[in-house]
């Protein structure tokens, strides 16, 4: 399984993804699936994977090979355009394969994450569907996530606001994220590879990976169960009464 999340803030953008592409008994895997291309002073753009690792793979095969011959990503004039070139890429997977997968009683079922900067734009961050439509990011609603997102999703709705958060916030809003999420799911692990882009920077050049002994995560981890404990032990007692409503006296 995977997980990936998406933050956009008034500094900039933040991604994170986890490197688990099967969990068993007996069989652990991991590979990346956070993916850059960047022209730097041009554009700089990441895309974040979700889904059947052979049919994301087939996808950014796609798009290295057309970055490479300066198509593709490399030429979309606006970040919009971008998008949609990974939209038709996955379109183009879809038409090869689909067909194939759902005879064997399998779903066509991927999605990514697509975020940075196209000098002259404003940074973005949208989430393309398997069907390759789009979803942008907002500052209304300014983050984004696939895979098995829901442990992490709370901590992210509760805390992330666009106007307020900093980028260094929300760095530490997706690791808190990442620690429910790999609390109650196995299939999402380390290493967790995260990516902070300052607005207008057009390249990408701040970058962490954690592995599952990192001092820092692990700090991280013991400081908010510490503090989540302490803060619910001060939350004001909830007051009981001596039985349920409707409920008749011993004789």
Known sequence: MTYCVGIKTHQGLLLASDSRSNAGYDQVNTCRKMFTFVTPGERAIAVLTSGSLSLTQSVTTMLRRSYRAGEGLAAAATFYDAVRVIGECMRQVADLDRAALEKDGLNFNIHMLVAGQIRGEEPQLYMVYPQ???????????????????Y???????????????????????????????????????????????????EFD??????????????????????????????????????????????
């Open 132 to 150: 390759g439509n789009p979803l942008a990011a907002t500052a209304e609603m300014p983050f984004l996530q696939i895979g098995e997102y829901k």
């Open 152 to 202: 992490g999703r709370p901590i992210i709705e509760r805390g992330v606001v666009y106007s307020a958060t900093t980028l260094e916030s929300a760095a530490k809003y997706a690791l808190l994220s990442f620690d429910a999420t790999m609390r109650s799911n196995v299939t999402v692990g380390p290493p967790i590879e995260m990516l902070l882009y300052r607005s207008n920077s057009l």
């Open 206 to 251: 701040e970058y962490r990976s954690f592995g599952a002994d990192d001092p820092l995560m692990l700090s991280i981890h013991s400081q908010w169960e510490h503090s989540l404990r302490h803060a619910v032990e001060q939350l004001p007692e909830i007051p009981f009464k001596a039985c349920l409503p409707g409920t008749q006296p011993a004789e």
